[in-house]
């Protein structure tokens, strides 16, 4: 069985991706007005339905798994329920009902902030619980290469501050040189990514000049995740999970370059962003377990 902290940053990533795609008005509509041969479906809405029944399935899931582990314990009620409802009204979007998406928003930003003290969740250290902000604000940020909306892009730019922030508080945690390196390279990124979003909103010109602090800041973040794969201070199962981070990088490179593609461009670099989240969700989570539960040291040899 996994752990409850484990399941809990599972449910935490789920309702926020399914959150996510609630923000800007969609619903499978256009889906069904295909099927029927009523309409035309735009390929666009395939990253965005795989996002929220991703989100959907894996929640559920994590709340199914919490509820066994601990059945009798009602503390955590409010945020099944919560959680639950949220993902239920989201999928009923399916049938075009609007006003359920924007409930389904409400249950799970209540579910998100609840879900700490409900669950009753408590990290090890403050690094560690940046280190799980992280895991969020990453998420975030990567949604923006799914949904290429104005109000996505905002809520999107708090991404790469809370990352910023958080690779500064995790400087008490990864403290030997490999991490250190790598946090400086990871701060880079984060901030040619926010002038990346910001210079992306200036008309006609400004997706060029976002295009190269993209593909700058994914080279930092390849190179700080890098230099992760080598920091003793996040343990063995954190170092795992740097080489998972290092994946997404390299596929967040591609995604910004298939982008530019005419006509299917932007579908095919939102497919590679969704699996760009999932690494990094598993290496997050991996460096997260590695600082919340480092190995013991190795006792020195004696001598004879």
């Not at 290469?145 to 892009?153: C, G, N, P, S």
């Not at 901030?191 to 910001?198: E, H, N, P, Q, S």
């Not at 932007?266 to 997050?284: R, V």
């Amino acid at each position: 069985m996994e752990s409850k902290k484990s399941l809990f940053l599972q449910l935490q990533c789920s309702m926020l991706l399914t959150a996510l795609t609630v923000l800007p008005q969609f619903n499978f509509g256009s889906l069904m007005s295909y099927a029927t041969g009523a309409g035309m479906f735009s390929m666009d809405s395939v990253p965005v339905i795989i996002c929220k029944l991703a989100g959907i399935v894996c929640g559920c899931l994590a709340i199914y798994k919490l509820y066994v582990s601990n059945p009798g314990n009602q503390k955590p009620m409010i945020t099944y329920i919560l959680s639950g409802a949220g993902f239920l009204l989201v999928f009923l979007s399916i049938f075009g009902i609007s006003v359920v998406d924007y409930l389904g928003l409400l249950a799970l930003i209540a579910a998100l902030i609840l879900s700490g003290s409900g669950l009753e969740i408590s990290w090890k250290s403050t690094s560690v619980t940046w280190s799980y902000i992280i895991m969020l604000a990453i998420i975030l940020y990567l949604y923006t290469f799914i949904e290429d909306t104005v109000l996505a892009q905002t809520v999107g730019l708090a991404g790469p501050i809370l990352l910023l922030v958080g690779l500064g508080m995790l400087k008490s945690a990864v403290n030997d040189a490999a991490g250190i390196s790598g946090i400086g390279k990871l701060k880079i990124a984060a901030i040619l990514a926010i002038c990346g979003i910001a210079l992306g909103w200036i008309p006609a010109i400004g997706w060029i000049f976002a295009l190269i602090l993209n593909i700058v800041a994914f080279i930092f973040g390849l190179l700080g995740y890098s230099s992760f794969k080598s920091a003793d201070s996040i343990g063995q199962t954190g170092k795992e999970g740097a080489g998972n981070l290092f994946i997404s990088m390299i596929i967040m490179l591609a995604v910004v370059v298939i982008d530019i593609i005419p006509f299917v461009g932007g579908t095919l670099a939102a497919l590679g962003a969704i699996a760009a989240i999932f690494f990094s969700y598993m290496g997050w989570k991996k460096i997260v377990s590695g600082l919340e539960n480092p190995a013991p040291a190795a006792e020195p040899l004696k001598e004879v």
